[in-house]
């Protein structure tokens, strides 16, 4: 059914170093040349046969440390965006077909979380909450969540009012073929692509949050974390704070690709054969 | 008047415009696949004499816009035009380069959109709109312009022709504005004027005196047309000569009379008889089997009530044609027999009893009974399911039929609408329109139902498909006994299909009752209008509608 | 100019004065989710009984919430914001300068980062589908991937440190010569501008792609008018209010930028100010700056709303 010749490069590409990103986060401890923790040598080496990647500012190596960062990274990130679009997508799509005061009642709450930036209301709830793996999955979720509530609600509005949902209620269809076998196989592909963004976004806000010091705490670290602890080299002309930061990019922009390409492919209407 | 023109009453003579061999080509973009090149308009030729006008006549996809627009060298979304020649005034236009182009648009060629609506600028007084190019083109100053422009409103009966410049596009109706287009195309007082489908969007009241209006002023400002439009009655009062396009290649080209009376090709009369469908009334039985009765409804919790006390009955196997303008309910009255929209006033007795007013307190075998039909078919149908889903899902719901039985009771209703089998596995943008219209004909069907309500199911559809469908739905009604609520603003339609018919105007029925004796005389003043404001493919009808009429139409 | 379009604005302006009170309660509450106690969380598991009761009575602990809510609210509205936890000094003295430097910089992006956006936008639209609109929406892709510190520090790194252009931390103080200010934030100016351009220029390029798609710009084409003329009288009045919608949005996105570009660069700004007091967890300065940002935030998108009031002709000339 899947051609993968038909593909295009771009989402080639996005596809391969995504696929890379996860494998290395499954496999961490295999793959990894040094433990998470390890000191192998001096403080900032450059890149050479034994350190691929250099050390860090502890003379940890930073390939292995790339490579559980993605981990780290990672599992926060894919749990968060599922709390977020589970949440945001159960309540919008409820707000769009029951209405009412359910409807009115969280769309008014969700405008009003959405009237503040997501980092100032992130940093003002963290700055009572302890920083732990938790606090920072549930915050991220939750507020994250506001976005998919949106999308999915309007979505769900429109197709909601289409001749072809108002056919199956006028032939008596019950509220469950209407939302799984009407409503949500036309909602999937601005959804599936809305789940590319926000995972990507769940992955930048967990960086810079780590980054300012909220995030992931040491000894671990993940990718922002990471950029926080060697930033002090670039003065110095060392870049190995620049080697996390890539990364988070590689991995926004590969995410991104692929996002766009099932966007592409599932419009076209064809039950994606076309 | 200015003095650079010849003045009416000293027509210019000789030919105007020739286009000789136009080639015209787009490049489309197939999602996922290449771009590739299509042709458009193949090597069609016309002449144009000074102050004649030419009917351009086709379905969509026959290029008439596109050959229209190339005369002021202009290509919509990338349309090219790669071969031929357009002489205009003795010089070829297409050699004259984007400023050759710009010196002509506005001046010698002037251009009447189909949605004057969107074709006005929001941000602008229509006064400054109308004069725009005649200050451009400097053939006028501007209290010269806007004196031009008040006379053009008053020839064209506009209300207030003094003040209704100082106006914003929003400010004015839909009909008004398609006259406001025209007078912005005459106000700098060209050799040519392309009429793009100009009363297509209007009712059908308001087209007549929009196309009276724009007779007129071609006639007295001796201005030579293009006038494009799908419909063959509408040109045939406008056009001193018709030309027929189909898929960007001339069918047929000829005087108005030859063309309507005594058509050469095949398609053109299957264009000119495309309204006579032999359809003979029958006889209402006794006892109708649904049953309407003095229902009231409004949406929300508004005053205004768009449907005022409406009663009708539908007999067993024949068709209660309704008709009337946009706002008149008629689809109104389609949701309250649904219970989509419950009446606050009235009921509606199927079969001697009466149905629940709400939807969800209908028991299945009452939905059953009662199908729908709609007129956009694409957004009736989920795209994400294919043909045969479509089709076999009321067999599974009402009659509990799957697997290889369900697969050939759906064959079979393909065979009935004329699709083969093989259309069973197709999602529905693979389909033309007229095959989306017939699959939701199977799709109702299916159900077996007593009543199918269709929802103005041909308006959306050129004209020779929306008669295969009808031709179909009167051979179905035969076979199958069923009977069709028929909603219509097209009164040809309504009269070769209906049974009898219900006149609705602002959500009171005026006029109802078997289908003769509601089309004869003596009539109510808007029936009376209506049926005086449907274009008949004769010449001369335009002018002898006008004169007959008693009523002032509705929108204007 | 009429009534109804005053009415308008009076009501768009009264609703957000509505929603950033409701904000200040959000905030507020915000920092009262903490499970446990704020003053045990502020000195730790050792403390004595007697100093928590103290900083208990201090911060005003004892009273319910929403006397302290409103206690708080008070303060803010006669210009109160109390005083630090951490270091006891007047949160409004402090943030003063502060403030300042933060719309300093953040102005010096804008005027940036605004008409280059623009200007990019109308250059895509102008070379539509050619290689110039792929090159700047994949590169608009691909900013919109980049976390702030990683163009941060690609700028820090290669002008800072490499070439040594303009100084990698950005000291400023009062008093300061203008020449010597607009050198040390050359680059947080300029990395707050590489994370605004990319998306504002792609939602101009949409903006303005939709009205020269509108049949009123192919009415004025068919008129002869000159494809400047056309532009100028036609598309422009119809552009103006979702350009100026797509600006605002971005600026009130640049205020997060703020945050992580200050902090890259120590620029004693809000951001940083805001951050610090975040690690440190002072409330009552997170509470303040928080609502700062937030009014901003707000304003702007008032603004932008207004924009397209005004614009609309069809409010602005009622039937």
């Known amino acids: 059914m899947l051609d993968i010749k038909r593909i295009p490069i771009p989402a080639l590409i996005g596809i391969i170093l995504t696929t890379l990103f996860v494998l290395a986060a499954v496999f961490a401890p295999w793959i990894a040349p040094h433990g998470n923790g390890e000191i192998v040598g001096d403080v900032w080496e450059p890149m050479s046969s034994a350190y691929w990647l250099g050390t860090d500012n502890l003379g940890r190596d930073l390939l292995s440390r790339m490579i559980y960062g993605a981990r780290i990274t990672l599992f926060i990130a894919v749990l968060a965006t599922a709390l977020s679009f589970s949440l945001g997508a159960i309540l919008g799509f409820s707000a769009a077909v029951f209405g009412g005061w359910f409807d009115t009642l969280l769309s008014r709450l969700v405008d009003l979380l959405m009237s503040i930036p997501t980092l100032i209301m992130g940093l003002v709830v963290l700055s009572v909450l302890p920083t732990n793996l938790v606090t920072l999955i549930l915050v991220m979720g939750v507020l994250d969540s506001t976005r998919v509530y949106r999308l999915s609600r309007a979505v769900a509005v429109d197709i909601n009012v289409m001749d072809y949902v108002e056919a199956a209620k006028l032939r008596g269809e019950g509220s469950g073929w209407i939302i799984f076998r009407e409503i949500l196989p036309n909602a999937l592909s601005p959804l599936v692509s809305e789940l590319g963004l926000r995972f990507i976004y769940a992955v930048l806000f967990l960086s810079t949050l780590s980054f300012l010091g909220l995030g992931v705490q040491p000894p671990d670290a993940d990718w922002g974390g990471m950029v926080k602890e060697n930033k002090d080299g670039i003065v110095f002309g060392i870049g190995a704070a620049l080697i996390p930061a890539a990364a988070i990019a590689a991995l926004a922009i590969s995410v991104n690709l692929v996002a766009d390409w099932i966007l592409n492919r599932t419009t076209s209407l064809k039950g994606g054969r076309g | ?556 | 100019m009429s009534s109804p379009i005053l009415k308008l604005i009076a009501q768009r302006i009264a609703l957000g004065i509505v929603l950033l009170l409701a904000v200040s309660v959000l905030i507020f509450a915000g920092t009262q989710i903490l499970p446990g106690d704020v003053a045990q969380a502020i000195l730790g598991q050792s403390a004595t009984p007697e100093s928590l009761a103290n900083l208990r009575e201090q911060l005003g602990l004892n009273d319910p919430a929403y006397i302290r809510y409103f206690h708080w609210l008070g303060g803010v509205l006669t210009g109160d914001l109390g005083t630090a936890m951490s270091s006891g000094q007047d949160i409004a003295t402090s943030i003063k300068g502060r403030l300042w430097n933060t719309l300093f910089l953040a102005f010096w992006a804008a005027i940036v980062a605004v008409p280059l956006a623009i200007i990019l936008g109308l250059i895509a639209v102008r070379y539509r589908n050619g290689w110039v609109d792929k090159l700047i929406s994949g590169l608009a892709l691909a900013s919109t991937s980049f976390p702030e510190f990683f163009i941060g520090y690609v700028l820090v790194y290669f002008f800072a440190v490499k070439w040594q252009i303009f100084p990698g931390i950005s000291t400023v103080y009062e008093g300061m010569p203008f020449l010597e200010r607009m050198q040390a934030i050359a680059l947080p100016a300029t990395a707050l501008t590489l994370v605004v351009l990319a998306h504002m220029m792609r939602m101009t390029r949409a903006a303005i792609l939709n009205v020269m798609q509108s049949a009123y710009v192919e009415t004025a084409e068919l008129k002869g008018l000159s494809a400047f003329n056309v532009i100028r009288k036609h598309a422009f009045p119809n552009a103006i209010a979702p350009i100026i919608n797509v600006v605002m949005l971005n600026l009130a996105y640049l205020i997060v930028g703020v945050v992580v570009v200050e902090v890259i660069f120590v620029y004693p700004g809000m951001g940083q100010y805001l951050v610090d007091h975040v690690t440190k967890r002072d409330v009552p300065v997170v509470q303040a700056v928080g609502l700062i940002f937030a009014a901003v935030y707000i304003s702007l998108n008032i603004i932008a709303d207004i924009a397209a009031i005004v614009a609309n002709p069809r409010l602005r000339h009622p039937k």
């Open chain 2, 1 to 556: 008047m200015a003095e650079t023109k010849p003045k009416p009453g000293q027509p210019k003579t000789g030919v105007l415009l020739d286009i000789r061999n136009l080639r015209i080509e787009a490049t489309v973009y197939p999602p996922g696949e290449a771009p590739k090149n299509i042709v458009l308009v193949h090597d069609v030729s016309l002449t144009l004499q000074q102050g004649k006008v030419l009917g351009l006549i086709g379905e969509s996809g026959a290029g008439k816009s596109t050959i229209g627009l190339s005369s002021m060298g202009y290509g919509r979304g990338g349309v090219r035009i790669t071969g031929g020649e357009v002489i205009l005034n003795g010089r070829d236009i297409l050699k004259g380069g984007k400023d050759g182009f710009r010196k002509l648009r506005g001046r010698e060629v002037c251009y009447v959109a189909q949605s004057a609506a969107a074709a006005f600028n929001p941000a602008h007084k229509l006064m400054d709109q109308v004069v725009e190019a005649t200050l451009l083109h400097g053939t006028a100053t501007r209290a010269e312009a806007e004196k031009r422009a008040v006379a053009l409103f008053k020839k064209l009966s506009l209300p207030n022709p003094e003040t209704i410049g100082e106006r914003f596009p929003h400010q004015v109706s839909g009909g008004q504005l398609q006259r406001v287009m025209t007078a912005m195309a005459l106000c700098s007082e060209p050799d040519l004027i392309v009429f793009d489908e100009p009363t297509t969007a209007l009712d059908v009241t308001t087209q007549i005196d929009v196309l009276a209006a724009i007779k007129d002023a071609i006639r007295d400002t001796h201005v030579a047309a293009l006038y494009i439009t799908h419909d063959l009655a509408v040109v045939a009062q406008v056009s001193d000569e018709i030309m027929v396009l189909r898929h960007g290649r001339l069918v047929e080209w000829g005087g108005t009379r030859q063309i309507i009376k005594e058509p050469r090709q095949e398609y053109t009369n299957a264009l000119v008889s495309v309204h006579e469908i032999e359809h003979a009334e029958q006889n209402p039985g006794t006892t109708p089997f649904l049953s309407v009765k003095n229902v009231t409804a409004a949406y929300g919790r508004s005053h205004i009530k768009v449907l005022k006390n409406v009663s009708v009955d539908i007999y067993p196997g024949q068709t209660l044609a309704v008709v009337g303008e946009s706002g008149s309910g008629k689809s109104t009255l389609a949701r309250a027999i649904t219970g989509l929209l419950p009446p606050e006033q009235g009921t509606v007795t199927f079969d001697g009893r009466p149905l629940a007013n709400r939807l969800a307190d209908r028991p299945k075998e009452d939905l059953r009974q009662l199908q729908m039909i709609y007129q956009m078919a694409d957004v009736a149908m989920n795209p994400r399911q294919t043909v045969g889903t479509i089709i076999g899902r009321p067999l599974e719901f009402y009659f509990g039929i799957r697997g290889r039985e369900r697969d050939t009771r759906v064959a079979e209703l393909l065979d009935k609408i004329e699709m083969g089998k093989g259309f069973s596995d197709r999602y529905p943008a693979e389909l033309s329109g007229g095959q989306k219209q017939r699959v939701c004909i199977a799709r109702s069907l299916a159900a077996k139902p007593k009543l199918i309500i269709c929802d103005e199911v041909t308006s959306a559809l050129d004209p020779l498909v929306a008669h295969g469908i009808l031709k179909l739905l009167l051979d179905l009604q035969k076979e199958e006994n069923v009977a069709y609520l028929f909603i219509t603003h097209d009164l040809a339609t309504v009269k070769s299909i209906a049974d009898s018919i219900a006149v609705m105007y602002r959500g009171e029925v005026v006029r109802y009752g078997p289908k003769s004796k509601v089309l004869t005389p003596p009539f109510d003043a808007y029936t009376d209008l209506l049926l005086s404001s449907v274009p008949e493919m004769e010449i001369g009808w335009l002018e002898k509608a006008i004169k007959g009429r008693r009523m002032a139409s509705a929108g204007n």
